[in-house]
């Protein structure tokens, strides 16, 4: 499946985000890998097996296998954090903040890619989620290694216009 047919399964009444899913893709501040890794962990994030694979097939005509790899780690990292991280958050008992997480994370630590590209990645699969802990968290770190508001912005816009698409199409099988 490829983006293109994404588009083409889009209702009339979901006219804007077939026309944003290729533009938020295509007229970013970020990189084309940073782009499309944030594309693909949004992907994971929004859960939706349509989405999943057009995002990532067409990703993999613009990134290579590491660039692919760790933008899946991001997604399915960001599935376990956003919600241990969310509950810590939202969660009345104060002293969950002081525990650890003993959750293994290893790969937020060696992506094997550029560190700031993961943590970008992270972040887009955090906004899917809407984990605000790690909405702030992954902001600072991106910030910290010298990335924009733009370039925040964009990965966000790309996460909110995947999920949205991940919505509609899950919503329309339901009625067919």
């Known amino acids: 499946m490829s983006i293109d047919a994404l588009k083409a399964?889009?209702?009339?009444?979901a006219?804007?985000?077939r026309l944003n899913i290729g533009s938020v893709l295509t007229t970013s501040s970020l990189k084309p890998h940073q782009?499309?890794?944030?594309a693909v962990a949004a992907a994971y994030a929004a859960r939706q097996d349509d989405v999943t694979r057009a995002i990532v097939a067409e990703a993999a005509q613009h990134v290579d296998e590491a660039t692919l790899n760790a933008a899946k780690a991001a997604g399915a990292i960001m599935g376990m954090n956003n919600v241990y991280y969310r509950t810590v958050h939202l969660s009345g008992i104060a002293e969950f903040k002081k525990m650890p997480a003993r959750l293994r994370m290893n790969i937020i630590g060696n992506p094997g890619v550029d560190k700031v590209d993961?943590?970008?990645w992270s972040l887009a699969a955090s906004?899917?989620?809407g984990c605000g802990m790690c909405i702030e968290a992954h902001e600072r770190e991106v910030q910290s290694k010298g990335m924009t508001t733009e370039n925040i912005q964009d990965a966000v816009r790309i996460a909110a216009v995947i999920h949205a698409v991940a919505t509609v199409l899950d919503?329309?099988?339901a009625l067919s």
Do not use: I, M, T
Not at 9 to 13: A, K, T, V
Not at 35 to 38: F, H, N, R, T, V
């Open 118 to 120: 993961f943590e970008l």
């Open 35 to 38: 782009a499309w890794g944030s």
């Open 15 to 17: 006219k804007d985000l």
């Open 171 to 173: 919503a329309e099988n």
């Open 127 to 129: 906004a899917v989620n």
């Open 9 to 13: 399964r889009l209702p009339e009444y």
